[in-house]
């Protein structure tokens, strides 16, 4: 996935970065040797595309120079997902429905890192693009990219899973100057996957996150909380509570209490989870509780930083949830 320049590098040396770049990019000892003997034309003295990549730079496209390098791992805790996708590889599947659990929980980096590895695993995975690309909805250009790349990969999905791709396609391309309308689409494009597919609980949850994110004044709070109990009452410990309490934070938090109490649970990896329930219970005054919660969210924090050498800047949500 990354070109390296080892013009300067000892023998020694280029073998063992080399090595490290082939393992933190998952690119396969074969695709390496092609790429190391690309052909020269001689009439212009211009290697092929792929030779004139830039150092450092992506061979996959412009959009994987940026975002996550090292390889993702399966952590456990990060949500109850029921997701099937188009693949042969079970591996990629567990990868795929863990990088849905990151996104129910704001943790963009991390779910882009989980579906970047399943797409390494199984390059023509469609979702696993998909999944990039929400991952990456509020930077436009890159949720584009990763977009092209699920649609050129469409004639692999399943009916559903293309309809999930038509859904976003419309909301990710649409200027900024029609955003009511965008909304509007993406809302009966996910409503349309729940008629055809009841059971879909990932489609019911995305609609009631895109319901919150996107709520104006007429929005009905009691018919998303409706949707969000749709999904409880199938599975109990589903990571919507993490949006219940987002609509009820600001109005009515006692409507939240149920799920305050169920968030962090529900996915114990993923230290934004363990805060949430603190919004609840600070504006109830339950602050033992709310304390409880937030340093809950700290200790998650911290083992996360610890196991995985990563620093504050790195983890979206630490100031956030540190601040409270």
């Not at 150092?55 to 952590?75: C, D, I, T, W």
């Not at 690309?133 to 399943?158: D, H, Q, V």
């Not at 109830?284 to 809950?296: S, V």
Request: one cysteine or more; hydrophobic letters at 40%.
């Amino acid at each position: 996935m990354v070109n390296v320049s080892k013009q300067s590098l000892p023998g020694v040396a280029i073998g063992v970065v080399s090595a490290l770049f082939l393992f933190v990019s998952n690119i396969s000892a074969e695709d390496a040797a092609k790429t190391e003997s690309t052909p020269t034309d001689e009439s212009t003295g211009k290697t092929d595309d792929l030779a004139e990549i830039l150092a450092g730079h992506s061979y996959h496209g412009e959009v994987f120079n940026e975002g996550p390098r090292q390889k993702a791992y399966l952590m456990g805790g990060t949500g109850h997902v029921n997701f099937p996708v188009t693949t042969k590889n079970p591996i990629v599947q567990k990868f795929f429905d863990q990088g849905i659990g990151q996104l129910y929980g704001f943790w963009y980096l991390e779910a882009e890192r989980s579906f970047r590895h399943a797409a390494s695993l199984d390059p023509e995975c469609t979702m696993t693009y998909w999944g990039a690309a929400m991952a990456n909805l509020r930077n436009a250009k890159r949720s584009k990219g990763f977009l092209e790349e699920a649609i050129k990969r469409k004639g692999n999905a399943g009916e559903r899973e293309a309809k999930y791709i038509d859904a976003i396609e419309a909301y990710v391309t649409a200027s900024n100057d029609k955003r009511d309308a965008r909304n509007d689409a993406y809302t009966k494009a996910l409503e349309n996957i729940i008629l055809e597919y009841p059971d879909d609980l990932e489609a019911k949850a995305f609609l009631a996150l895109h319901l919150y994110q996107s709520r104006q004044s007429s929005t009905s709070y009691f018919a998303v909380d409706s949707l969000l109990q749709d999904i409880f009452d199938v599975e109990p410990m589903h990571s919507a509570h993490h949006f219940r309490i987002h609509f009820w934070d600001h109005r009515h938090p006692e409507k939240a209490v149920a799920s305050a109490a169920l968030c962090g649970q529900s996915s114990p990896s993923i230290a934004h989870m363990w805060h949430m329930p603190g919004h609840i219970f600070s504006r109830l005054k339950r602050y033992h509780d709310a304390t409880w919660q937030q340093e809950a969210s700290a200790r998650v924090d911290h083992a996360h930083m610890m196991r995985d050498r990563v620093m504050p800047d790195q983890i979206g949500n630490f100031a956030h949830n540190n601040e409270w």
